[in-house]
């Protein structure tokens, strides 16, 4: 969920609403709570059905990010007129589908609407238990900073894109946007995790930053322990960027690097993530732990710095 100026009415439904950049809102409902959010993409490969996968766990990747459980959601399908390949539409649709299926998320229906420029998602709504929700408002000073997958789909994805990238090496990308971060969630609830996010849009910096505000305290991240997709330095040496890049870094005064980094090196920090990691605040005593558990699944999880004590900040050392 981007962070949008509240205009609703204040109700006492709203437990979590535009207002601390939450992943997604959430209403009260009965003893239990509603978890909602919606997001599509532009393709991020040649294969409909892998795009339709991808596009699917970037969508339900909000509803794990507040500690969730997806139930059902609705296909959004910006779908072109112009000519397409036969199948790409139900290719797309069948990615999505296989992927709501192991996330046990029902589809119930959706919408389409012709739009030059292909894109598609999903609207989900979900289930949390109220007293176990990870906002971003929890992290706690002296908790461990751990991410779940490597940065970096935005400049590897345009590499790909722009033709400075072929098929394999883009691969383990895809693969990587594929995966679900259902069980990423689930271990760090089971770790005592207070406050969740994931890395989309904004970058690291961005989201981070998004979780010292509304906790109220700065975060240390050791640029050293971030794990990088394999293509995204070589794709930046050939020049490749985002459109989103210096907006995100400008959006961000309270970022200090403090670390001696170079323009690239940089740039990993605000790279728009696709259906990227959770980052996740851990009590320090349980982080070891977590990250056993994660790297079974999430071979990249990395813990990345600690929570401490105000002013709001991200720094990079
Ligand atoms: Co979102
Ligand atoms: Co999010
Ligand atoms: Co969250």
Redesign the pocket.
């Known amino acids: 969920?981007?962070p949008f100026a509240s205009t609703a009415l204040e109700h006492d439904a709203v437990l979590v609403g535009p207002g601390t950049a939450d992943?997604a809102g959430v209403y009260a409902f009965g003893d239990t709570a509603l978890v909602a959010?919606a997001?599509f993409i532009t393709p991020v490969c040649d294969d409909p059905y892998r795009f339709g996968r991808v596009a699917a766990a970037n969508s339900l990747s909000?509803v794990y990010a507040m500690g969730a459980s997806p139930l059902f959601a609705l296909n959004l399908c910006c779908f072109p007129d112009v000519e397409v390949p036969e199948g790409t539409f139900e290719a797309i649709l069948e990615g999505s589908a296989d992927v709501l299926a192991e996330a046990g998320c029902v589809l119930l229906g959706g919408h389409s609407v012709l739009d030059p420029e292909l894109k598609f998602g999903l609207a989900v709504v979900g289930q949390v238990d109220p007293g176990r929700m990870l906002t971003n408002a929890g992290a706690e000073p002296g908790q461990h900073l751990i991410l779940t997958k490597p940065l970096g789909t935005g400049v590897v994805l345009n590499g790909f894109k722009g033709d400075e990238l072929d098929a394999a090496g883009l691969e383990p990308v895809l693969v990587s946007m594929e995966q679900l971060n259902d069980r990423a969630a689930r271990l760090a609830l089971e770790h005592g995790a207070t406050a969740c996010t994931d890395v989309?849009g904004f970058g690291l910096a961005g989201h981070a930053m998004e979780m010292a505000r509304a906790s109220e305290v700065g975060l240390r991240v050791r640029f050293a322990d971030l794990p990088a997709h394999d293509a995204f330095y070589e794709m930046c040496r050939r020049g490749v960027t985002t459109g989103s890049t210096k907006a995100n870094r400008e959006a961000l005064p309270e970022l200090d690097v403090v670390a001696d980094l170079d323009g690239h090196q940089e740039e990993l920090l605000v790279d728009p993530q696709t259906s990227g990691g959770l980052l996740v605040a851990v009590p320090a005593g349980r982080s070891d732990a977590l990250l056993d558990r994660l790297r079974e699944a999430y071979p990249h999880s990395a813990c990345i710095g600690e929570v401490v004590t105000g002013p709001e900040r991200l720094e990079i050392v």
Do not use: I, R
């Open positions: 969920m981007a992943d959010t997001d909000d989309t």
